[in-house]
């Protein structure tokens, strides 16, 4: 299994807080994970310990990234070996162009002084933007800055796209988008969808998971994952509420 | 060897103005008041936190016109936008190129020369506005210096309702070892008239030493336009000190913005004076500030007149054990009513060794104004850090895109995007140097 995310028993904690509490979870490469779970759960503890934020200390655990170890590694050197994160609340960058941002992203990735092709650039930036629905004097605007919860989230996917990570783990990219944008985004992200890539698509509703249909759906609950199954334990979850989730698995 | 900067020579020089005896007084007056006042310690409230012990006026020299070779050489390299109003270049103190305006300018009455051609020229005008207004903030000892070796510059006037689209430039360079020069700016536009000056200071050699006192004179007639941007890229081996002075007439608007990129130390000191109601002054700077580089800006916004506007927004960065200081005052007369001031001080600091230092100030005698100060300085904000580092971006990398993000607020007050974008190449190519 060594063309796969592999998260074991990993154990995380902020402050004197334990949120990720013996996680463990396993993405094959092609394949598109959910996760669902209550507020307040640490489903975006996750995402960010996965990324290496530095709030987070990690006590145990493992994750590798296609064998290769990621926890404890510099944030930057992560994204490159082709982690991806979605942010749920992707900062405003004031002063910083879309289009600077990205290619600086994507110089980051190329070998040490090469040529960089601002044309090629131009030409994928334009037609992914095109895709998404995105104006095109977006790439001359602030990063984030002034952007709505819809065009902060296409943006996000805009940068997915562009990077072509190995790993995308999208947190929440479906909150504050109305059902155009939902369409746009989920689009934008079944058609990255393929052998080359694992999702993990971390949402609070079912509603999503209608356009970005997994391959499994987990339910996380205090910090680790109490059940897994096929996509249409979203729809059972759904209909019986995080309620059911509290008292039957969690307990289980 | 040249011969120093010393009475004989000031003297020697001075008797060169002898056919204009004003000008020749007033170089005259600099010189002794130069000699009476004392250099600035450190304990002077006006210099508080500035490194006084390397102030050094000793061991310059005047530098003669430079070769062909050299003019040739930096005039080639003086085309900072494409099609500037006017170009003036000067070398150690001597203008080398002075093409004639363009024929529609000229016969607007529109004139844009050398100091030494405008002394010839118009005296008149010169002897109205020269050093009339322009104070120092501590700098009164540099400000005398410079009025005793006062001989080069820019004189921009622009008559009575001409509006002027394109904008005018003159460059500075230092080329010779020790050399000390003087440049003066001044720019007169008349009512309703409308304009834009780019200053920008350069060196031949990045090592080379120099001192450079510089003074601004700005005057905005009555519904009139300035737009200035001073661009201060000295080498790192050179003294900068500038000093400038901003008059605006009612509803005039003037925007000055101070780009500061050189020099192992430079001193700005900067006066808005606000004489008519309804102007709007825009007093704006931005600096990287590297290595054991100090910049150090002292400010003072005067308004005499009331229902008048003055914005200042400086904002620095800071790497290495680069220092800088802010040190502002608002000044509101008591029957300059409805005054708006506001005057912020931001600092960003790259390196724990870096230091700045930040002196806001308010002294309002009247009672109806809207005026706020404010200073902030701070790392680069983590969250937006990690959000650039989670792209791959490597953390030095993300530090830059940060600071010029940071410092592009102001850069957008630069209206020509040309010029705007020139500073910012200069800016990132001090990051990688
Ligand atoms: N900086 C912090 N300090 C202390 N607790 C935090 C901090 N950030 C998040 N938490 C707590 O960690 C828990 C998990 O949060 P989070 O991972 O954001 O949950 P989810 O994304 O599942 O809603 C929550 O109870 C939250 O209040
Ligand atoms: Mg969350």
Known sequence: MADSLIIKNLNASIGDRQILKNFSLTIPKGEVHAIMGPNGTGKSTLAKVLAGHPDYTVQSGEA???????????????????????????????GVTIANFIRAALIARQEKGAPFDAKAYYAELYAKMDALKMDRKFTSRFVNEGFSGGEKKRCEILQMMMLKPKYAVLDETDSGLDIDALRIVSEGVNHMRGPSIGCLVITHYQRLLEYIVPDRVHIMYDGHIVHSGGKELAVELEAKGYDWVKKELASA | MQSPLDSRLQEAETQRFATQDWFAEL???????????????????????????????????LAGVPSDEVVDRLIAQSHFISRPSGLLVHIDGHCVLRPALAPELATQGVKFESFEDALRHHPALLKEYILKHCAGLGGEKFLALHQAWLRSGTVLYVPKNVEIKQPFVSVHWTATEGVAIFPHTLVIA?????????????????????????????????????????????????QSFEIANTCGAKESLITSVNAALGARRARLENTIRIQGEG?????????????????????????????????????????????????????????????????????????????????PGLEIEANDVKCSHGATTGQVNPEELFYLLARGIPLPVAQELLAEGFLEEVLAKVDDEEAAAVVREMFRQKFHS
């Open chain 1, 64 to 94: 590798t990234l296609d064998g290769q170890p990621i926890l404890g590694q510099e944030p930057d050197s992560i994204a490159r070996a082709g982690l991806f994160l979605a942010f749920q609340y992707p900062s405003e960058i004031p």
């Open chain 2, 27 to 61: 170089r005259r007056q600099g010189w002794q008041q130069f000699s009476s006042l004392p250099l600035p310690k450190r304990t002077d409230e006006k210099w508080r936190f500035s490194d006084t012990r390397s102030l050094s006026l000793e061991h310059f020299c």
């Open chain 2, 190 to 238: 008349e009512d309703g008239a409308k304009v834009t000056l780019h200053d920008f200071q350069c060196s031949a050699e990045p090592q080379l030493r120099a001192l450079a006192i510089s003074a601004a004179d700005l005057y905005a007639g009555k519904g009139a336009t300035i737009s200035r941007l001073a661009v201060q890229a000295w080498g790192l081996a050179t």
């Open chain 2, 279 to 359: 102007a709007d002054v825009r007093l704006y700077g931005i600096s990287v500030a590297t290595g054991e580089q100090e910049f150090d800006q002292r400010t003072l916004q005067v308004h005499d007149a009331g229902n008048a506007k003055s914005d200042l927004l400086f904002k620095n960065v800071l790497l290495d054990k680069a220092r800088t200081i802010f040190s502002g005052l608002i000044k509101v007369a008591p029957d300059a009513q409805r005054t708006d001031a506001y005057q912020t001080n931001r600092n960003l600091l790259l390196s724990p060794e870096a230091e700045a230092d930040s002196l």
